[in-house]
């Protein structure tokens, strides 16, 4: 039960191509082939951006300013006790 020779794997081959058909094949293959090269892509400009930002900056922060405008209704939070 070792390994199989090249002849099992060309019979295995020639089935797959019977069922299949060529074409369905080549696009299978290419449809891969693009896949992996996004994720290569994608992995590879992930890594670039985070070291190209380097040290991301504090936010700033936001101070409330008190402003009166006949639209604006001022409310204040209460807690139930």
Do not use: C, Y
Request: glycine fraction near 12%; aromatic fraction near 6%; hydrophobic fraction near 45%.
């Amino acid at each position: 039960m070792g390994s199989f020779s090249i002849w099992h794997w060309l019979i295995v081959l020639l089935v797959v191509v019977v069922i299949f058909g060529t074409k369905k094949l080549r696009n299978i293959g290419s449809d891969l082939g693009g896949a992996v090269r996004g994720f290569k892509e994608g992995v590879k400009g992930a890594g670039e951006t985070a070291e190209a930002d380097g040290p991301a900056a504090p936010a700033q922060q936001v101070t409330a300013t008190k402003r009166s405008d006949a639209n604006t209704v001022d409310v204040e939070a209460k807690s139930k006790s």
